[in-house]
């Protein structure tokens, strides 16, 4: 079965410390792996793939295909940072392949 | 930067009713998409549509759902009869075809 586990569904940090949102997935084959984010009154946008392996506004992420995971990690979390995050999956022939999503975890960040 | 534009942005409608969500996807994107999000669930797929026809849908999209690209610019989500359980989010994304999916900022329905 293809499935995204997000396990938190509320992630509440100081600015300046780690952060790691946790996902892991099921997928029978090679995935290709996102994070989502959803900031305040706004749309769902992009914020990293597994396959560019770069770092966005901070935030890295490696996926890990002997634990099925793709943990988003930043060192020092910033208060704009507040947001929720979606971890999703993709079939990887591309072309018109559907998003499995997990069911988000929102990250806040007190000052 | 071009967007995908939803309308409305709010819908409420009496069960029964018809309702059309209308999307216009990035210009010169070719796979488009419907996803809905029930409130505190996840956001889940309703449908995929390529090239003028359905490519793939989930068993959410059942025989009261329709999706048309009625003219070159939109693409349009019927619900034929609305039931309760179709109140939700409902996002409509479109991509080029390398997997980033662009999402629009989502039209509420709330079914009465």
């Known amino acids: 079965a293809q499935r995204v586990t997000q396990p938190e569904k509320l992630l509440s940090v100081f600015k300046g410390a780690p952060v790691e949102l946790k996902c892991n997935y099921s997928?029978?084959?090679?995935?290709?792996l996102f994070w989502y984010v959803q900031y305040s009154r706004q749309r769902l946008q992009l914020l990293l793939r597994?396959?560019s392996r770069e770092s966005i506004k901070g935030f890295t992420a490696d996926l890990n295909k002997g634990e099925t995971s793709f943990h988003l990690k930043k060192p020092f979390a910033q208060e704009e940072d507040s947001a929720m995050y979606y971890c999703?999956?993709?079939?990887?022939?591309?072309?018109?392949?559907?998003?499995?999503f997990g069911a988000g975890t929102r990250l806040a960040v007190h000052p | 930067e071009p967007e995908v534009t939803q309308t409305p942005s709010h819908q409420v409608t009496q069960m029964g009713q018809e309702v059309i969500l209308r999307c216009v996807p990035i210009s010169n994107h070719l796979y488009f998409y419907w996803y809905r999000q029930i409130l505190g669930q996840k956001v889940e797929f309703l449908v995929s549509f390529y090239n003028n026809e359905i490519s793939e849908k989930s068993e959410i999209f059942d025989d009261q759902f329709s999706v048309e690209r009625p003219d070159g610019s939109n693409f349009t989500l019927k619900i034929r009869s609305t039931k309760l359980e179709d109140s939700a989010m409902y996002f409509c994304a479109s991509s080029k075809g390398q997997n980033i999916q662009y999402f629009g900022a989502g039209t509420r329905l709330s079914v009465l």
């Open positions: 597994h396959i």
């Open positions: 999703a999956l993709s079939g990887v022939s591309g072309g018109y392949n559907k998003l499995i």
């Open positions: 997928y029978s084959g090679s995935p290709e």
